[in-house]
């Protein structure tokens, strides 16, 4: 059945960022829809930000398309050219390659919710992180001189 059953896929706030680059992400709380759906082309994911907390590092894609759908609540919505306030129903979407680093910040009191997918070869995916010294790629994460962080990136 198409129908996902969210409470029977297992929640986590796990982030495979290096420290202290995990610290922002701690209240973000995700399940992985893809997986649950036997999908296999595509990601997806179903995010709780508790009040503080970043959707990820601001960060950009070499080879993956990004779209996100905002259910409820309220985030900023932090990019090079500044902050927009996002809310339900809001879509949101970057290209892969459009070097505009990205991401949600909860500035708000209550938890906010929504659901981000993502298409394109993991595999081949490669980007970085404006405004710290990481970039990432399928292996995990490295400073910006190619150093490499003993991190892995989570599926």
């Avoid at 029977?8 to 399940?31: C, H, K, L, M």
């Avoid at 992985?32 to 759906?37: K, N």
């Avoid at 910006?144 to 991190?151: E, F, L, N, S």
Wanted: proline share 7%.
């Amino acid at each position: 059945m198409p129908k996902l059953d969210l409470e029977a896929i297992p929640q986590t706030n796990a982030t495979g960022y290096p420290s202290p680059f995990d610290r922002e992400v701690e209240g973000r709380w995700y399940r992985r829809l893809a997986p649950a759906a036997g999908l296999t082309k595509m990601g997806a994911s179903h995010v709780t930000l508790k009040p503080g907390a970043w959707s990820s590092q601001r960060h950009w894609h070499s080879a993956q398309d990004e779209l996100l759908v905002m259910i409820s609540g309220e985030a900023q919505l932090v990019e090079d050219d500044g902050e927009i306030t996002v809310g339900p129903g809001d879509v949101l979407s970057w290209a892969a390659g459009a070097k505009n680093g990205h991401h949600l910040v909860n500035r708000s009191s209550s938890d906010c919710c929504f659901v981000v997918v993502s298409a394109g070869p993991r595999e081949e995916d490669s980007g970085e992180y404006p405004d710290i010294d990481m970039m990432f790629d399928a292996e995990g994460y490295a400073r910006k001189d190619g150093t490499r962080y003993p991190a892995e990136r989570i599926p």
